[in-house]
């Protein structure tokens, strides 16, 4: 590269930079948002980060990235295609590009009448007013149909909105992928409803909040993450928050009467915190400073959460140290018992509590829901029923009021109509498939797990999957890291053996 | 004001309200870095502060802020000099006026350096190693001069620095009122040398951090310190801070050997906020949303700290609720002798641990030594020694080396040399004036003290200083509320009755 085009690279990773900054400084806002801000705090907060997303905006959109990216691109088209030059480039154009298509009036329209919605639906949840989120959803679900034709020539009218989270996917790759996978969970939750119901009251017990923290920094602190790079606080609802390269922080809540609820959400963040924090150090403060996809960020908050902490190995090793921090609560209850309790398999009505098995189908239902909506199918009236009647016909379960059918997950009202569900399922399916391949590659890791020692597992993922950052797409990394697009094999496996010892199904 | 003139206004207004947000922002992270961060979080948060230093350098020197005030000139000339718009032009002319003198390289540079001379600070003060600082020192003398001579016109160099912090106060109003406190100090603290020392030795038992941080914060809620507008956390050194109009934050450090230490810090911090939170609402996002100056906001940190919190009237309603918070610790100890303790008069090397008497004199000479430096009198080379000659002969101490000599303050090492100093005893001076004001205008203040009782005191202060934020100078506010200048008495009175009674000098 000769020092005129040094000299433009230069400038574009310096801008980019900015906008990179800019983000890291409206995560902190956000996270002390629902961290430590006293009440009253919270008027100046929603300007404050508006004034920053603008600052952002308008650089994502300067003209000058444009041309840099432009007089960059032979010397992008003369890599091959893995180098990190053009994987940043790439990346970069992608942003870029999708920024300039939406007109700045139409992003600033959106992002305030989304901060509204988000509030009207704060507010409407608790009273189970569906009555009061109806007009904004009307406005969300017509905007995102909009923002879908700013990228005209998709096949589905989800598609644009799909490949702002999980680039490359599309309905028609989902769409089937999803019924194949429920059609293969559905017996499986029927035979397993016909099983005796797991004991899991003990559970229930008072557990009290310091230990179960200190507890679960322990586990977490084993699986690699680093509390100098990173931190643990308590809010409503948990998540994984990155500053920069070196400050990935996330959060957790803590029910004194729920054992697993703190103990999984702080594998789950920890896992998501991991792929941020095991990104190659060189791509620190640029555009592949974050995760492939929202599948593949899922794939690795649900390996370390769900296969890895809710394996019988993992609690071989952990169990007489959870009993030792609850001496009392825990002295009744065996490993096995512990295990088959935190796996218990139950059709409810709430996502983020379900279970391994039946999780998978409330993100079907909202996937469809999702497509219906924004093909014209489904109106927003009918929306809160045609939710009932999802959950009747696939969980066999109806919830008494919409608090918990409709109105129960905040995303339709904090961003658009679209794209917003498919990556928790996509990452389930993607964490088995990993997860196989790293046990291939070195099949000592389930006895490690069953040791505590997760060096191997967390090594492999780092080299295969986190230091890459979002260099590759989510299929291309399947590809290069198991040989295989994405394919449920492993994940009916894993679903199957797990599920079937559990419940003595063989 | 017609149409135009106040459509101008409001875009002024508006692009003001940016820089403001800018500011608070910054806090938040500043806030964060002394709190929460994670160690490796510090690399990028450097970078996040400049940035966001530099946007908003850039919006306070836009010309079109000039424009603006330029064009809303005759409007403002046509208002009262105390009516608000008067002020609100006022006062961002001013800020625009100093930001645009000061060449944005030199602003860039002085930022840079600074950062790197507090780093440099940060390793060396642990080490005693003046030499490592002494380059860093030796540059920012330069630039504080040359910073200076962007103001030609001045009488001392030292004139336009203290401007930045006390505005309208000058080297020539100043050096003779610190001449005058000094030699009425001088045989105040000869007298009490010559007394028993009181004994102290019971604040330096074991007080745990949990109940030492409950019964200050319960203080302070009784001052009026309002928790869904701020909150308190731990940081090395005390702070206060101001994210927004109704976001103000402070912090402590606890140490359990010593009660005194974040017990007066809490007041002295919440005194700071109060001040902040007391600002009339309709300023709130505007220029005039800050203290009138250094000087004043010292005055109101003192005046809670000492005037309030070490009187005896307020530890004859308190200490009952402190000997029960701390009833081990405290059986053998009454009143009297604790009221003694927290006012213990003793010379010593540090000026944040010094009592109220020998404080300014720890003040004093660093104004003084700053004054040499920039007059050119006194070399860096020379600065550790004379440091260590002024406490010889004021305060009959010295340092054995520089750690607690010339590096024990953070100031010269985070700024220009000049102007940082002079507000901590202007403070002192003025919470006396202020408060025998207002004991003045409502003598039933000092009982409600004697009762736990502050809202008198608190009301007072807030209509006749808080609300009116950075609307007056400190001369205009002294003026208004206390109907005379800058005046010792009050300040020589009050120290002379109070260490009169405890140390039985009469």
Redesign the interface.
């Known amino acids: 590269m000769d020092a005129v085009l040094q000299a433009k690279r230069n400038e574009l990773m310096a801008r980019w930079?900015?906008i990179y900054?800019?983000t890291?400084?409206a995560a902190?806002?956000n996270w002390?948002q629902s961290t430590?801000?006293?009440?009253?705090?919270g008027?100046?907060?929603g300007?404050?980060l508006a004034?920053?997303e603008r600052?952002a905006h308008e650089r994502r959109t300067d003209p000058a990235i444009g041309r840099l990216l432009d007089e960059l691109q032979p010397y992008a088209e003369s890599l091959p295609r893995d180098a990190d030059d053009a994987a940043h480039l790439r990346v970069m154009r992608k942003i870029y590009e999708r920024s300039t298509r939406i007109p700045a009036a139409f992003a600033a329209e959106f992002a305030e009448h989304t901060a509204n919605s988000y509030m009207a639906w704060v507010a409407a949840r608790p009273q189970n007013d569906f009555a009061a989120v109806r007009p904004y959803l009307q406005k969300t679900l017509e905007m995102s149909q909009q923002m879908a034709e700013f990228f005209p020539g998709y096949a589905h009218i989800a598609d644009p909105l799909i490949d702002f989270a999980d680039e490359g996917m599309t309905v028609a790759m989902i769409r089937p992928l999803f019924e194949e996978l429920r059609l293969a969970l559905a017996p499986l939750v029927a035979t397993i409803s016909q099983r005796p119901p797991v004991d899991d009251s003990f559970l229930r017990r008072n557990y009290p909040k310091a230990q179960q923290i200190a507890f679960g920094e322990s586990v977490i602190r084993a699986f690699g993450y680093?509390?100098?790079?990173?931190?643990q606080?308590e809010t409503h609802h948990p998540f994984m928050t990155k500053?920069?390269?070196?400050?990935v922080?996330i959060t957790t809540r803590v029910d004194e009467h729920d054992l697993g609820s703190a103990l999984f959400s702080t594998m789950h963040e920890a896992g998501h915190a991991l792929y941020e924090l095991g990104i190659d150090p060189a791509y620190a403060?640029t555009a592949l400073d974050t995760g492939a996809s929202a599948g593949v960020h899922e794939s690795q908050s649900r390996l370390w959460e769900n296969i890895v902490g809710r394996s019988r190995r993992f609690w071989e090793h952990y169990y007489p140290a959870l009993q030792a921090a609850f001496p009392a609560q825990l002295a009744d209850v065996d490993v096995d018992a512990f295990h088959r309790a935190v796996n218990r398999v139950s059709p409810s009505l709430i996502r983020t509590e379900a279970d391994e098995v039946t999780y998978n189908l409330h993100v079907i239902i909202r996937f469809g829901l999702e497509l219906e909506l924004l093909e014209g199918k489904l109106s927003i009236d009918d929306l809160p029923e045609a939710w009932h009647a999802r959950y009747q016909e696939n969980l066999g379960v109806a919830a008494p009021d919409d608090r918990d059918g409709v109105l129960q997950d905040v995303h339709w009202f904090g961003g658009p109509i679209g794209g917003s569900f498919q990556g928790y399922t996509l990452g389930n399916i993607m964490a088995s498939q990993f997860y196989a391949a790293a046990v291939a590659a070195h099949p000592a890791i389930e006895d490690e797990i069953g040791a505590g020692r997760f060096t191997t597992l967390h090594t492999w993922l780092r080299d295969n999957i986190y230091r890459h950052g979002a260099k590759y797409t989510a299929q291309e990394l399947l590809l290069r890291v198991t040989g295989q697009p994405l394919t449920l094999t492993p994940y009916l496996t894993y679903l199957r053996t797990k599920y079937n010892a559990i419940y003595g199904l063989l």
């Open positions: 930079q900015e900054d800019l890291g400084i902190l806002l002390d430590y801000m006293p009440v009253a705090g008027a100046v907060r300007r404050q004034l920053l600052l680093d509390f100098s790079r990173g931190r606080d500053f920069a390269h070196d400050d922080r403060s």
